[in-house]
């Protein structure tokens, strides 16, 4: 079983939709979770992270934890073309900043 | 935020010989950095833990005598490919932990280096 499990997609939504992004993860001892965006050739860029379960929301963006289900998922509001990108969810089971990526979904927006 | 720099982004090497790839935190000091490498359209692999003034330590199949980390100052790790060949052409990525307050940090990743061994 993958420890961090995405659907690969691609995800297409029209500009202005909401995009949903989901993440399971294998390890219940996991304590932190990350959303990264991976533009083509780059590297990934912190989005958000959760630590506690509900809901935590930073401007277009909005990521639910819940660890009874071992799920976590990101939601983007307002969808922009800019935001066409793969994103990588990634776990930690201790603080040592051991990630533990997903392979990420690839989203995109339509103009 | 605090900056990581990786240096080369792009090498490319007959098979064979080895590649150093430097990673660097520009404003803040990293006592942890960490190495991925990235295949296409695969996740980040972690490789190994590089701990300033102590041996790095690796990933399970990760080979330490192929893939040496030297983290020499708590600005600087390197990561060479030594004896590179095309199975090891990839992304290379690093990310550098801020030490943080309480102890906790952020996480900052590196523009990775993507090496091609021909």
């Known amino acids: 079983q993958k420890e961090v499990e995405q659907n690969s997609g691609p995800l297409s939504v029209p500009e202005g939709a909401i995009a949903s992004l989901n993440c399971t993860y294998s390890d219940r001892g996991s304590q932190s979770f990350f959303w990264y965006r991976q533009y083509s050739g780059k590297s990934p860029e912190l989005i958000m992270f959760?630590?506690?379960?509900g809901d935590k929301e930073d401007g277009r963006f909005t990521a639910q934890l819940n660890k009874a289900s071992q799920y976590v998922s990101l939601l983007i509001r307002d969808s922009q073309p800019s935001d066409s990108a793969t994103y990588l969810c990634?776990?930690?089971?201790?603080?040592?900043?051991?990630?533990?990526f997903g392979k990420g979904t690839l989203l995109t927006v339509n103009p | 935020g605090a900056v990581v720099s990786q240096h080369p982004s792009w090498v490319i090497c007959k098979s064979g010989t080895s590649v150093k790839i430097e990673c660097r935190s520009l404003d803040f000091q990293a006592t942890t950095m960490f190495w991925y490498r990235q295949f296409p359209k695969q996740s980040l692999m972690l490789m190994a833990t590089s701990n300033e003034g102590s041996k790095a330590t690796y990933e399970q199949g990760v080979e330490k005598d192929k893939f040496l980390i030297n983290h020499a100052s708590l600005t600087l790790s390197t990561l060479t490919v030594t004896s590179a060949h095309p199975e090891d052409s990839s992304f290379y990525i690093c990310?550098?932990?801020?030490?943080?307050?309480?102890?906790?940090?952020?996480?900052?990743f590196g523009e990775g280096s993507r090496l091609t061994v021909l």
């Open positions: 990634a776990v930690n089971r201790g603080s040592n900043y051991k990630l533990t």
């Open positions: 959760i630590y506690s379960n």
């Open positions: 990310s550098a932990r801020t030490s943080g307050r309480s102890g906790g940090g952020e996480l900052f």
